[in-house]
């Protein structure tokens, strides 16, 4: 577990101690979250003997990636569920996810809103064949002791006051609830625009998981910076300057919002002074090369490290 500190003037005057943990350092393919939400799915498909993983996400998802990268290392077959058209020639994370042995089908928006009815993943599996399912963003009962083993990895380092990390469909923060101490908090920075979904999503997950809910959180929804996948100038200024101080590179998805969020609340003195404060880097960095197609045009600048293409 690498632990990095960030010299930041606001948290210093405020005597907070402010950490980033490299969780995308933990797994060479498989980074941050994603792994850890897998592992028990991955288990869990292995003992009920299934040989296939189907999943759901859309043409640039984190988690699509991360699947079909867990099927190559693990042997099993995956097939992606994708959000939209299919479209040629396939996007950055489309085409590593193929190359890695996915295999992709498509649905248009209507109908992929029914991924979740009972009805519709029995004909769905008809035509593929049994396979092991796992939601989109992997967030489901089993993603949540995988991420709580993180807050137990942690607690053999430092002792700490606040968990920060990005929240997309919740299960990586509902994960971290589970492992927490009743005095610890965290904080869920929300990616999407419109994140009202979240808060039953997380709750409804720790009781599955755990027949509780937890009170011990904070989730911020207005840190979106114009919504899910949106370009924004702004948050594109803050990952070039948080890169020239601290030698990181976040994504324009979910941890460069989570950095701006925690560093505002930090000015605006959320976090108690004296507090250990530590922020989860889940990586995603994937993602930048599906950004810069879709945005590249709009700005001179990209980080250094990115894909070009």
Not at 245 to 262: A, E, N, Q, S
Request: aromatic fraction near 10%; include cysteine; charged fraction near 20%.
């Amino acid at each position: 577990m690498i632990l990095e500190p960030l010299h930041e003037p606001e948290a210093a005057r405020r005597h907070i101690r402010l950490l980033l943990l490299r969780d995308d350092l933990a797994h060479p393919e498989l980074p941050g979250n994603k792994w850890r939400k897998l592992k028990y799915n991955l288990a869990e498909a292995r003992r009920l003997g299934h040989d296939t993983l189907l999943t759901f996400g859309g043409a640039f998802s984190n988690h699509i990636a991360a699947v079909a990268a867990a099927g190559r290392l693990t042997g099993l077959r995956t097939i992606g569920i994708i959000r939209g058209e299919e479209t040629q020639p396939l996007n950055p994370t489309l085409a590593r996810a193929a190359a890695d042995g996915m295999a992709l089908r498509y649905l248009d928006r209507e109908t992929y809103r029914r991924k979740q009815e009972p009805t519709f993943l029995a004909e769905l599996l008809r035509e593929t064949g049994p396979a092991y399912v796992i939601p989109e963003g992997g967030s489901n009962a089993l993603a949540l002791p995988g991420c709580a083993e993180l807050v137990m990895e942690l607690a053999t380092e430092i002792d700490f006051d606040y968990l920060c990390v990005a929240c997309g469909t919740g299960g990586t923060l509902a994960g971290l609830l589970t492992g927490l101490a009743p005095q610890q908090r965290a904080v869920g920075v929300a990616a999407l625009k419109n994140g009202s979904f979240l808060r039953p999503s997380i709750n409804a997950l720790t009781q599955a998981a755990t027949d509780r809910t937890f009170p011990n959180y904070d989730l911020r929804t207005d840190y979106h910076l114009g919504g899910y996948a949106h370009f924004s100038l702004e948050l594109l200024y803050f990952i070039q300057e948080f890169q020239a101080r601290h030698g990181v590179l976040l994504d324009p998805i979910y941890t460069g919002k989570l950095l701006f969020g925690v560093l505002d609340l930090v000015r605006q003195d959320y976090f108690a002074a004296g507090s250990t404060v530590v922020v989860v880097h889940t990586g995603g960095l994937q993602g930048w090369a599906g950004f810069r197609q879709r945005f590249g045009h709009r700005s001179a600048w990209w980080p250094e490290g990115i894909p070009s293409s």
